[in-house]
């Protein structure tokens, strides 16, 4: 056996494990993303650096304290959706849509909770441009 054959046998457990942590990596993807939050009728207020999680083994979408699982994913979009509620009987349904081409973020969450019989309902709608985030190292 020549001296690159032994040479390469002797690097392939490095390549492969290289490989697998590669992988592993690009299953969980963060960003940061600006651009503007409007609760209600207000005014829509700037944010900056909010983070964005997108979960491809989980296949969910969370920033901001919430979580949505994809409802849909193909080449230029994946559209999330989820509805939970808190011990107290508040829900809370976030949908949305993340561009994999552009990185625009386009949500909306409301919060509803009851009290006796009257209801309150609350709306959050987020509009980002998110950027995947750069390493340290």
Same mark, same amino acid.
């Given at each position: 056996?020549?001296?690159?054959?032994?040479?390469?046998?002797?690097?392939?457990?490095?390549?492969?494990? #290289?490989?697998?942590?590669?992988?592993?990596?690009?299953?969980?993807?963060?960003?940061?993303?600006?651009?503007?939050?409007?609760?209600?009728?207000?005014?829509?207020?700037?944010?900056?650096?909010?983070?964005?999680? *997108?979960?491809?083994?989980?296949? #969910?979408?969370?920033?901001?304290?919430?979580?949505?699982?994809?409802?849909?994913?193909?080449? &230029?979009?994946?559209?999330?959706?989820? #509805?939970?509620?808190?011990?107290?009987?508040?829900?809370?349904?976030?949908?949305?849509?993340?561009?994999? *081409?552009?990185?625009?973020?386009?949500? #909306?969450?409301?919060?509803?909770?009851?009290?006796?019989?009257?209801?309150?309902?609350?709306?959050?709608?987020?509009?980002?441009?998110?950027?995947?985030? &750069?390493?340290?190292?």
């Amino acid at each position: 056996m020549n001296v690159s054959k032994i040479a390469v046998l002797a690097c392939l457990p490095f390549l492969l494990a #290289t490989q697998r942590m590669e992988a592993a990596e690009t299953t969980v993807i963060h960003f940061a993303c600006d651009g503007k939050l409007r609760t209600g009728s207000t005014q829509p207020e700037p944010v900056q650096k909010i983070r964005l999680v *997108v979960n491809l083994v989980k296949r #969910t979408v969370s920033f901001a304290g919430l979580i949505a699982p994809f409802t849909k994913i193909d080449a &230029t979009n994946i559209h999330f959706n989820g #509805t939970s509620t808190d011990p107290y009987g508040m829900a809370l349904t976030v949908d949305g849509n993340v561009d994999r *081409v552009t990185g625009a973020l386009d949500a #909306t969450a409301m919060t509803t909770a009851v009290s006796g019989k009257t209801s309150y309902m609350t709306t959050t709608h987020w509009e980002m441009l998110c950027r995947p985030r &750069t390493r340290l190292f």
